[in-house]
Protein backbone atom coordinates (compact mmCIF):
# COMPACT_ATOMS: atom_id res chain seq x y z
CA UNK A 1 0.00 0.00 0.00
CA UNK A 2 1.47 3.64 -0.84
CA UNK A 3 0.40 7.26 0.39
CA UNK A 4 -3.48 7.58 1.70
CA UNK A 5 -4.13 3.99 1.83
CA UNK A 6 -1.82 2.95 4.33
CA UNK A 7 -2.44 5.51 6.45
CA UNK A 8 -5.83 4.66 6.39
CA UNK A 9 -4.51 1.19 6.81
CA UNK A 10 -2.57 2.24 10.13
CA UNK A 11 -5.88 3.88 11.33
CA UNK A 12 -7.67 0.92 10.98
CA UNK A 13 -5.41 -0.75 12.84
CA UNK A 14 -5.38 1.59 15.56
CA UNK A 15 -9.16 1.50 16.18
CA UNK A 16 -8.66 -2.60 16.62
CA UNK A 17 -6.01 -2.19 19.39
CA UNK A 18 -8.66 0.22 21.09
CA UNK A 19 -11.48 -1.68 20.59
CA UNK A 20 -9.47 -5.15 21.67
CA UNK A 21 -8.19 -3.61 24.51
CA UNK A 22 -11.61 -4.12 26.09
CA UNK A 23 -11.16 -8.07 27.61
CA UNK A 24 -14.72 -8.53 26.67
CA UNK A 25 -14.24 -8.08 23.30
CA UNK A 26 -14.79 -11.68 21.67
CA UNK A 27 -11.47 -11.81 18.90
CA UNK A 28 -12.08 -14.92 17.51
CA UNK A 29 -15.48 -13.94 16.30
CA UNK A 30 -14.42 -10.35 15.30
CA UNK A 31 -11.77 -12.72 13.20
CA UNK A 32 -14.77 -14.90 11.39
CA UNK A 33 -16.46 -11.54 10.85
CA UNK A 34 -13.90 -9.30 10.23
CA UNK A 35 -13.09 -12.22 6.89
CA UNK A 36 -16.58 -12.85 6.03
CA UNK A 37 -16.87 -8.97 5.20
CA UNK A 38 -13.22 -9.41 3.08
CA UNK A 39 -15.07 -11.89 1.26
CA UNK A 40 -18.09 -9.64 0.59
CA UNK A 41 -15.62 -6.72 -0.68
CA UNK A 42 -13.98 -9.25 -2.71
CA UNK A 43 -16.82 -10.75 -4.31
CA UNK A 44 -18.98 -7.74 -5.31
CA UNK A 45 -16.11 -5.51 -7.19
CA UNK A 46 -19.21 -2.34 -7.41
CA UNK A 47 -19.69 -2.14 -3.48
CA UNK A 48 -15.86 -2.59 -3.17
CA UNK A 49 -15.54 0.59 -5.44
CA UNK A 50 -18.78 2.23 -4.31
CA UNK A 51 -16.85 2.06 -0.24
CA UNK A 52 -13.67 2.89 -1.29
CA UNK A 53 -14.56 6.13 -3.64
CA UNK A 54 -13.14 9.23 -2.36
CA UNK A 55 -15.47 11.43 -4.26
CA UNK A 56 -18.41 9.63 -1.67
CA UNK A 57 -19.21 11.80 1.47
CA UNK A 58 -17.36 9.58 4.27
CA UNK A 59 -20.75 9.20 6.44
CA UNK A 60 -23.00 8.00 3.16
CA UNK A 61 -20.56 4.97 2.67
CA UNK A 62 -20.87 4.39 6.81
CA UNK A 63 -24.74 4.52 6.50
CA UNK A 64 -24.37 2.20 3.26
CA UNK A 65 -22.27 -0.23 5.82
CA UNK A 66 -24.63 -0.29 8.39
CA UNK A 67 -27.79 -0.92 6.06
CA UNK A 68 -25.60 -3.83 4.81
CA UNK A 69 -24.31 -5.38 7.75
CA UNK A 70 -26.36 -4.52 10.35
CA UNK A 71 -27.79 -7.49 11.78
CA UNK A 72 -25.47 -9.71 9.93
CA UNK A 73 -22.37 -9.35 12.31
CA UNK A 74 -21.83 -6.99 15.65
CA UNK A 75 -21.76 -3.61 16.13
CA UNK A 76 -18.09 -3.79 16.87
CA UNK A 77 -17.36 -4.90 13.04
CA UNK A 78 -19.80 -2.57 11.95
CA UNK A 79 -18.10 0.58 14.05
CA UNK A 80 -14.38 -1.15 12.77
CA UNK A 81 -15.84 -1.38 8.92
CA UNK A 82 -17.77 2.22 9.06
CA UNK A 83 -14.38 3.75 10.32
CA UNK A 84 -12.85 2.15 6.94
CA UNK A 85 -15.11 3.74 4.72
CA UNK A 86 -14.76 6.95 6.20
CA UNK A 87 -11.20 7.32 5.48
CA UNK A 88 -9.27 7.34 2.05
CA UNK A 89 -7.48 4.70 -0.42
CA UNK A 90 -5.59 4.94 -3.77
CA UNK A 91 -7.05 1.48 -4.56
CA UNK A 92 -10.63 -0.49 -3.65
CA UNK A 93 -8.49 -3.31 -3.30
CA UNK A 94 -6.42 -1.68 -0.62
CA UNK A 95 -10.42 -1.54 1.24
CA UNK A 96 -10.26 -5.37 1.56
CA UNK A 97 -6.89 -6.17 1.90
CA UNK A 98 -7.01 -4.09 4.98
CA UNK A 99 -10.14 -6.09 6.21
CA UNK A 100 -8.70 -9.19 5.78
CA UNK A 101 -5.37 -7.82 8.05
CA UNK A 102 -7.58 -6.71 10.80
CA UNK A 103 -9.28 -10.29 10.70
CA UNK A 104 -6.01 -11.78 11.21
CA UNK A 105 -4.59 -9.31 13.83
CA UNK A 106 -7.62 -10.11 15.43
CA UNK A 107 -6.88 -13.93 15.87
CA UNK A 108 -3.25 -12.83 16.83
CA UNK A 109 -4.27 -10.46 19.70
CA UNK A 110 -6.24 -13.17 21.06
CA UNK A 111 -3.71 -15.45 20.80
CA UNK A 112 -1.47 -12.72 23.04
CA UNK A 113 -4.22 -12.76 25.32
CA UNK A 114 -3.73 -16.60 25.92
CA UNK A 115 -0.20 -16.03 25.79
CA UNK A 116 -0.28 -18.50 22.86
CA UNK A 117 1.09 -15.83 20.36
CA UNK A 118 4.46 -17.54 20.17
CA UNK A 119 3.40 -20.89 20.05
CA UNK A 120 0.97 -19.96 16.97
CA UNK A 121 4.10 -17.78 15.35
CA UNK A 122 5.88 -21.70 15.44
CA UNK A 123 3.06 -23.17 14.49
CA UNK A 124 2.64 -21.43 11.01
CA UNK A 125 5.79 -21.46 10.68
CA UNK A 126 6.50 -25.21 10.72
CA UNK A 127 3.26 -25.65 8.75
CA UNK A 128 4.42 -23.83 6.24
CA UNK A 129 7.65 -26.17 6.29
CA UNK A 130 5.10 -29.25 5.81
CA UNK A 131 2.92 -27.85 2.76
CA UNK A 132 6.75 -26.89 1.02
CA UNK A 133 8.17 -30.29 1.39
CA UNK A 134 4.40 -31.96 -0.01
CA UNK A 135 3.55 -31.33 -3.29
CA UNK A 136 0.38 -33.33 -2.91
CA UNK A 137 -0.84 -31.53 0.53
CA UNK A 138 -0.13 -28.18 -1.40
CA UNK A 139 -2.33 -29.07 -4.20
CA UNK A 140 -5.11 -30.22 -2.06
CA UNK A 141 -5.02 -27.28 -0.05
CA UNK A 142 -4.77 -25.04 -2.99
CA UNK A 143 -7.12 -26.82 -5.34
CA UNK A 144 -9.61 -24.46 -6.19
CA UNK A 145 -12.16 -26.40 -8.00
CA UNK A 146 -12.43 -27.99 -4.55
CA UNK A 147 -14.81 -26.40 -2.40
CA UNK A 148 -13.72 -24.29 0.07
CA UNK A 149 -15.50 -27.00 2.95
CA UNK A 150 -13.13 -29.75 1.91
CA UNK A 151 -10.15 -27.63 2.03
CA UNK A 152 -10.85 -25.97 5.51
CA UNK A 153 -11.82 -29.89 6.67
CA UNK A 154 -8.54 -31.19 5.28
CA UNK A 155 -6.90 -28.16 7.67
CA UNK A 156 -8.99 -29.40 10.92
CA UNK A 157 -7.74 -32.86 10.18
CA UNK A 158 -4.12 -32.47 9.64
CA UNK A 159 -3.95 -29.68 12.57
CA UNK A 160 -7.13 -30.48 14.78
CA UNK A 161 -5.71 -30.92 18.27
CA UNK A 162 -1.84 -30.61 17.73
CA UNK A 163 -2.07 -26.61 17.18
CA UNK A 164 -3.69 -23.46 18.99
CA UNK A 165 -7.79 -22.79 17.83
CA UNK A 166 -5.65 -19.93 16.19
CA UNK A 167 -3.25 -21.32 13.88
CA UNK A 168 -6.17 -23.40 12.85
CA UNK A 169 -8.64 -20.82 11.80
CA UNK A 170 -5.76 -18.71 10.13
CA UNK A 171 -4.88 -21.85 8.08
CA UNK A 172 -8.51 -22.24 7.05
CA UNK A 173 -8.99 -18.56 6.56
CA UNK A 174 -5.81 -19.01 4.11
CA UNK A 175 -7.60 -21.97 2.35
CA UNK A 176 -11.08 -21.07 2.39
CA UNK A 177 -10.13 -17.34 0.30
CA UNK A 178 -7.00 -17.42 -1.24
CA UNK A 179 -7.46 -14.17 -2.70
CA UNK A 180 -4.88 -14.54 -5.74
CA UNK A 181 -1.98 -15.01 -3.31
CA UNK A 182 0.10 -18.29 -2.66
CA UNK A 183 -0.28 -20.25 0.59
CA UNK A 184 3.01 -19.51 1.44
CA UNK A 185 2.92 -15.88 0.49
CA UNK A 186 -0.01 -15.59 3.00
CA UNK A 187 1.41 -17.84 6.06
CA UNK A 188 4.83 -15.60 5.47
CA UNK A 189 2.18 -12.37 6.00
CA UNK A 190 0.74 -13.78 8.88
CA UNK A 191 3.94 -14.51 10.39
CA UNK A 192 4.97 -10.90 10.06
CA UNK A 193 2.04 -9.66 12.34
CA UNK A 194 2.81 -11.79 14.99
CA UNK A 195 6.24 -10.87 14.80
CA UNK A 196 5.20 -7.26 14.54
CA UNK A 197 2.74 -7.72 17.83
CA UNK A 198 6.21 -8.65 19.66
CA UNK A 199 8.20 -5.47 18.04
CA UNK A 200 10.48 -7.55 16.01
CA UNK A 201 11.17 -8.83 12.86
CA UNK A 202 11.36 -12.68 11.40
CA UNK A 203 14.52 -14.42 9.97
CA UNK A 204 14.62 -17.34 8.10
CA UNK A 205 17.48 -19.01 8.89
CA UNK A 206 18.93 -22.09 6.74
CA UNK A 207 21.92 -23.90 8.04
CA UNK A 208 23.57 -27.68 6.84
CA UNK A 209 22.75 -29.02 10.46
CA UNK A 210 20.42 -27.92 13.09
CA UNK A 211 21.43 -24.81 15.27
CA UNK A 212 21.83 -25.29 18.72
CA UNK A 213 20.51 -22.94 21.40
CA UNK A 214 23.55 -21.82 21.76
CA UNK A 215 23.88 -20.71 18.34
CA UNK A 216 20.61 -19.45 17.88
CA UNK A 217 20.91 -17.46 20.91
CA UNK A 218 24.39 -15.86 19.32
CA UNK A 219 22.59 -15.36 15.90
CA UNK A 220 19.30 -13.85 17.43
CA UNK A 221 21.80 -11.31 19.24
CA UNK A 222 24.14 -10.26 15.97
CA UNK A 223 21.12 -9.97 14.22
CA UNK A 224 18.66 -7.52 16.93
CA UNK A 225 22.40 -5.22 16.40
CA UNK A 226 22.26 -5.25 13.14
CA UNK A 227 18.76 -4.61 12.61
CA UNK A 228 18.11 -2.29 15.66
CA UNK A 229 14.83 -4.64 16.54
CA UNK A 230 14.63 -8.07 18.51
CA UNK A 231 15.05 -10.49 15.74
CA UNK A 232 12.54 -14.08 15.82
CA UNK A 233 14.71 -17.21 14.31
CA UNK A 234 12.82 -19.20 11.92
CA UNK A 235 15.53 -22.29 11.13
CA UNK A 236 15.28 -24.28 8.05
CA UNK A 237 17.43 -27.43 7.61
CA UNK A 238 18.83 -27.88 4.29
CA UNK A 239 22.09 -30.11 3.30
CA UNK A 240 22.45 -28.10 0.20
CA UNK A 241 23.74 -25.07 2.05
CA UNK A 242 26.74 -26.79 2.43
CA UNK A 243 28.43 -24.98 5.50
CA UNK A 244 27.29 -21.74 6.93
CA UNK A 245 24.32 -19.54 7.80
CA UNK A 246 21.66 -18.51 4.87
CA UNK A 247 19.49 -15.56 6.73
CA UNK A 248 16.51 -13.75 4.80
CA UNK A 249 14.64 -11.20 6.91
CA UNK A 250 12.00 -9.84 4.42
CA UNK A 251 13.27 -9.04 1.00
CA UNK A 252 17.41 -8.88 2.08
CA UNK A 253 19.20 -12.38 2.03
CA UNK A 254 22.32 -12.74 3.76
CA UNK A 255 24.33 -15.46 2.47
CA UNK A 256 27.31 -16.87 4.34
CA UNK A 257 26.87 -20.31 3.09
CA UNK A 258 29.64 -22.32 1.24
CA UNK A 259 27.44 -22.99 -0.92
CA UNK A 260 26.76 -19.07 -1.91
CA UNK A 261 30.78 -18.32 -1.99
CA UNK A 262 31.03 -21.03 -4.34
CA UNK A 263 28.50 -19.82 -6.97
CA UNK A 264 29.84 -16.19 -6.52
CA UNK A 265 33.76 -18.00 -7.56
CA UNK A 266 31.75 -19.39 -10.14
CA UNK A 267 30.19 -16.36 -11.80
CA UNK A 268 33.93 -14.55 -11.34
CA UNK A 269 35.27 -17.10 -13.29
CA UNK A 270 32.51 -17.12 -15.78
CA UNK A 271 32.84 -12.82 -16.25
Do not use: C
Amino acid sequence: MIGASRESAAAARENLSALTDRPAVDTAKLADELNAVTGLLDHEAALRRTLADPSREGQDKAALVARLLDGKVGSDTVDLVSGMVRSRWIQSRDLADTAEQLAALAELIGAERADQLDDVEDELFRFGRVVAGSPELRSALTESAAPAESRTGLVKRLLGDRAKPATVRLVESLVARPRGRSLEAGLDEFMRLAAERRDRVVALVTTAVPLTEAQRDRLGASLAKLYGRRVHINADVDPKVLGGVLVQIGDELIDGTVAGRLDSARQGLAG
